[in-house]
């Protein structure tokens, strides 16, 4: 499966941003989705994972109750709606799938990945 981030930016502290990850490939249910993030000079990190349907979550704890992850099977995409930004929530976002079942904060879990979109947050 092909994967492509978009929706990054630049925004003011407080705000909000919606990321979109549009997937190719006709077995886009079949995969678990997460969003990653990597900040300037940091590892890249977990922030969000969803399972296949779509009603299952796991978050980051420094995301939790700001950002949430959400799908759209029949429009093979899914999406992280970030709200109370924070200008530590700088980074390039990675959406990533994996086809395995339980939902992991694991890079190496994750077996496909897009290219990344940055979102900028200014204080």
């Known amino acids: 499966v092909q994967l492509q981030a978009s929706g990054g930016g630049l925004v003011q502290a407080g705000g909000s941003l919606r990321l979109s990850c549009a997937a190719s490939g006709r077995t886009f249910s079949s995969y678990v989705m997460g969003w990653f993030r990597q900040a300037p000079g940091k590892e890249r990190e977990f922030v969000a994972a969803?399972?296949?349907?779509?009603?299952?979550?796991k978050y980051a704890d420094s995301v939790k109750g700001r950002f949430a992850i959400s799908r759209d099977n029949a429009k093979n995409s899914v999406y992280l709606q970030m709200s109370s930004l924070k200008p530590e929530d700088t980074a390039v976002y990675y959406c990533a799938a994996d086809s395995t079942p339980g939902l992991s904060t694991s890079l190496s879990r994750y077996d496909y990945w897009g290219q990344g979109t940055l979102v900028t947050v200014s204080s």
């Open positions: 969803l399972s296949r349907g779509g009603g299952v979550t």
